[in-house]
């Protein structure tokens, strides 16, 4: 009953550093995203994935790649890190867009220093 | 563009009295609407969301919410708070049209409920 995880839950990189961040799901969900949380900002998408094979753009897409080559992955990559990449990151999926809720990781809290 | 606003950071109510927490939300269509709660350290978890028909919505531990058009607002309540319910909330929102709107799930920044003992 594994849900959505995330991997890792927590790391620490350098300025410049980069980095993969891997979110996998079991119950064969056709959407993903990446959300950033900071205190005071609430929950703001980066980037999602409407299937297999596709990204698209959020609210806060700068400084970041993602990649969907599998339904059940999405990956989220930081090419050069920089202290304001800061946050507790979040990956969710969804059977689809419309009604349907989205289910979240537990989380991954980045710190660049 | 769709948003959210959650009016209140945070929200203080004495266990066994009812709560409220708010939510306002702006879309060019017709809304999905959605509460999640965030324990300390953890995920999202989804308690209730709106699609069509009755205005109040039933939800999980006991949760609530009602949905008024005219006033475009999606709040959350519960007849007798309990410590347990101490938590941020999020109100969320998709557009029920067609176009990125209806893809993207927009979060507001979330209300932080204390429940007194």
């Known amino acids: 009953n594994a849900g959505v995880t995330q991997t890792p839950k927590f790391r620490v990189l350098k300025t410049g550093q980069s980095m993969t961040l891997l979110c996998a799901q079991d119950m064969n969900h056709e959407y993903m995203y990446w959300y950033r949380q900071d205190p005071g900002m609430g929950l703001r998408l980066i980037h999602y994935?409407?299937?297999?094979?596709?990204?698209a753009k959020g609210e806060v897409p700068d400084g970041y790649n993602v990649s969907r080559l599998k339904k059940q992955n999405f990956l989220l990559g930081l090419e050069s890190a920089a202290p304001s990449q800061t946050s507790v990151y979040f990956c969710?999926?969804?059977?689809?867009?419309?009604?349907?809720?989205?289910?979240f990781g537990q989380g991954t809290r980045l710190t660049v220093v | 563009a769709q948003s959210v606003a959650q009016p209140e950071d945070q929200v203080n109510v004495a266990e066994g009295n009812p709560l409220t927490v708010k939510c306002t939300y702006s879309?060019?269509?017709?809304?999905?609407l959605f509460w999640y709660v965030q324990y300390p350290n953890r995920g999202l978890q989804f308690l209730l969301k709106y699609i069509t028909g009755d205005n109040l919505v039933k939800g999980s531990y006991g949760f609530e919410a009602e949905f008024n058009k005219s006033q475009t607002s999606f709040h959350l309540k519960k007849p007798s708070a309990l410590v347990s319910d101490s938590a941020l909330y999020f109100c969320a929102v998709r557009d029920q049209g067609s176009g990125a709107g209806s893809y993207q799930l927009t979060f507001g920044k979330g209300t932080k409920l204390s429940v007194i003992p």
């Open positions: 969710a999926s969804s059977r689809t867009g419309g009604n349907t809720e989205a289910f």
């Open positions: 994935s409407v299937g297999e094979g596709t990204t």
């Open positions: 879309v060019s269509g017709n809304p999905y």
